[in-house]
């Protein structure tokens, strides 16, 4: 088989996986979430047990499982409480927004400035606020469906080994197989734990910080924080503006900011978007990389285009998964003589990791 023929194969399989995987979304991204949830809840019980001499796995797996949910479900409340604050002062906030759209609109050299409740009840935002009802009820059925799928992998889970056994009666095989998902299963779980870490840690510093400097509703937004820093790059980016942006429009601006040349909301915004930033740049940059060490192991620029890819094929499931998925694919790809060539590209550092099984075997 020539060198032309087989690239023309490697250019239609690929091209049959993005498909398979676009029109699939709905099922696979959802199952794909249920694996990683599973895969944290697992790590989970496994410090728990690790931690302790008298709780065994199983009901240290039955711990994590309430912890997790349990922070889920009050995760939700915070949401739906911040959500009810916003709306208590909701005809104050409008008021500061409806000056902030006049003044764009005055600093553009444009007239007859729009108000918020016109902008939200003309066809653009009925459209834009369907979409998002939309997504909401979307996600509660999703939500459901990845807990019933947890649930199914962890009564799966006492089957794997006989199944791996039966599937690879070599025992060569069998051990290269098991020795590569372990490496897979072991990254992703350092991955997500570690990201899970960092984002608590940013979270933690700057709830305290919006409290000290007199932001409204100061958990809800670093619950919102918290929840994007699981997204590479872009979340770490978004979440250093989601708090600018309410300071920039809250009603009441604590007395000690400084009264400039400019309206006093931009000056709190500018302040607030420092402090964030700090925090989101400095653990991002300085304590990230030595907890995460090589357990990610990406290409900046790979991270980048596989957030934008996962996107695309997955939506804002791909986007939370992009980083963990891509690294699951740079060590299947690195097993083979015949991919290592893409694991290499995928890499920060050119040296995927290659189990010893797998290059005797090739």
């Known amino acids: 088989m020539g060198s032309a023929t087989k690239t023309g194969i490697w250019i239609i399989a690929t091209g049959v996986i993005i498909a398979l995987l676009y029109f699939g979304r709905e099922i696979l991204a959802t199952f794909a979430m249920a694996v990683f949830l ?65 003044e764009i609109y005055r600093l553009a050299g444009l007239k007859d400035a729009p108000t918020l409740t016109q902008l939200v009840f003309n066809e653009g935002g009925q459209r834009f606020f369907a979409t998002i009802a939309n997504s909401v009820r979307g996600l509660s059925g999703d939500i459901v469906l990845i807990l019933i ?33 372990n490496d897979a299963r072991l990254a992703i779980e350092t991955y997500l734990w570690t990201q899970t870490v960092i984002s608590a840690m940013i979270t933690l510093l700057t709830y305290l910080s919006l ?48 009264a400039l040349a400019l309206d006093e909301s931009y000056v709190y915004a500018a302040i607030v978007f420092a402090i964030v930033s700090f925090w989101q740049f400095s653990i991002g940059n300085f304590v ?31 986007m939370f998964l992009s980083a ?12 083979s003589p015949h991919t290592r060539w893409i694991a290499i590209l995928l890499s920060a550092d050119g040296k995927p990791k290659v189990r010893a099984a797998a290059e005797e075997a090739a």
């Open 38 to 102: 599973f895969l944290i809840i697992e790590g989970f019980g496994t410090v728990i047990n690790n931690a302790s001499r008298t709780i065994h796995i199983g009901p240290a797996r039955i711990l994590a499982v309430l912890l997790v949910v349990g922070g889920f479900v009050g995760f939700i409340a915070l949401m739906a409480d911040g959500v009810a604050e916003f709306g208590r002062d909701g005809s104050e906030y409008e008021e500061k927004i409806n000056a902030l759209i006049a």
């Open 211 to 258: 409290l000290a400097l007199g932001v409204q509703n100061a958990l809800f937004l670093s619950a919102v924080i918290f929840v994007l820093n699981y997204i590479p790059t872009v979340g770490s980016i978004v979440a250093a503006l989601v708090p600018p942006l309410f300071a920039l429009v809250q009603p009441v601006i604590p007395g000690w900011v400084p």
């Open 288 to 318: 990230q990389p030595r907890m995460m060490g090589e357990s990610l192991n990406l290409s900046a620029l790979v991270v980048l285009l596989s957030l934008a890819i996962w996107g695309v094929i997955w939506g804002i499931p791909g």
């Open 324 to 335: 963990p998925l891509t690294v699951l694919m740079m060590i299947l790809f690195a097993q």
């Open 149 to 181: 799928y947890v649930a199914f992998l962890f009564t799966a889970q006492s089957m794997w080994t006989q199944k791996l056994d039966n599937i690879f009666p070599d025992s060569q095989k069998r051990e290269m197989v098991r020795r590569i998902g």
